[in-house]
T-cell receptor, first 110, second 115 residues
Framework: GDSVTQMEGPVTLSEEAFLTINCTYT??????LFWYVQYPGEGLQLLLKATKADDKGSNKGFEATYRKETTSFHLEKGSVQVSDSAVYFCALNTGNQFYFGTGTSLTVIP | EAGVTQFPSHSVIEKGQTVTLRCDPI?????LYWYRRVMGKEIKFLLHFVKESKQDESGMPNNRFLAERTGGTYSTLKVQPAELEDSGVYFC?????????????FGPGTRLTVL
């Protein structure tokens, strides 16, 4: 069945460090891929998405490229800030239902 | 524009009791979804409404869970009787359209603790 596997956390980085959170997926058909972020005390917010192979989603300095050959959608940011501390969820959608990864907790320290 | 709201934000109940969670979607969104995240695990789909009709309830764990969306506006999710394994965060989401490209907008979740 459809599923998402993402990097286990928690991840702790210093401010301005480079961030990568790995995400791979298994899906029948051609899914859309998403990264959602949950800041403390808030709901999940869409961070970025890509709807077809080789598409790059980007937002707030974060990027992820839809790689069909490696079934991956890794999240990257060149220089993290304290305000990026949150839980990040990779997800796919092949129709009406989202499949999420387990979430990766990121803490950025000054 | 108001986002998806959920009530209550936290609920602590004893095993065997009943709890009802409420979700108010974004106005005009016909599609409403319920998800659950059990501690440390992935967020899992429970069910999907289109207006007042259940489009897909394949993720509902068992018949102790009952979801309704009378009138096609807000939705409730009742757990009766609650068991320990029902503890987790219950998220509601809504979207304008169906299909793989549509963003789902999530509420803040209801944290349910069953003692």
């Amino acid at each position: 069945g459809d599923s998402v596997t993402q990097m286990e956390g928690p991840v702790t980085l210093s401010e301005e460090a480079f961030l990568t959170i790995n995400c791979t997926y298994t899906a029948t058909g051609y899914p859309s891929l998403f990264w959602y972020v949950q800041y403390p005390g808030e709901g999940l917010q869409l961070l970025l998405k890509a709807t077809k192979a080789d598409d790059k989603g980007s937002n707030k300095g974060f990027e992820a490229t839809y790689r069909k050959e490696t079934t991956s959608f890794h999240l990257e940011k060149g220089s993290v800030q304290v305000s990026d501390s949150a839980v990040y969820f990779c997800a796919l959608n092949t129709g009406n239902q989202f499949y999420f990864g387990t979430g990766t907790s990121l803490t950025v320290i000054p | 524009e108001a986002g998806v709201t959920q009530f209550p934000s936290h609920s602590v109940i004893e095993k065997g009791q009943t709890v009802t969670l409420r979700c108010d979607p974004i106005s005009g969104h016909d599609n409403l979804y319920w998800y659950r995240r059990v501690m440390g695990k992935e967020i899992k789909f429970l069910l999907h409404f289109v207006k007042e009709s259940k489009q897909d309830e394949s993720g509902m764990p068992n018949n102790r869970f009952l979801a309704e969306r009378t009138g096609g506006t807000y939705s409730t999710l009742k757990v009766q009787p609650a068991e320990l394994e029902d503890s987790g965060v219950y998220f509601c989401a809504s979207s304008q359209g169906q299909g793989k490209g549509w963003e789902q907008f999530f509420g803040p979740g209801t944290r349910l603790t069953v003692l």
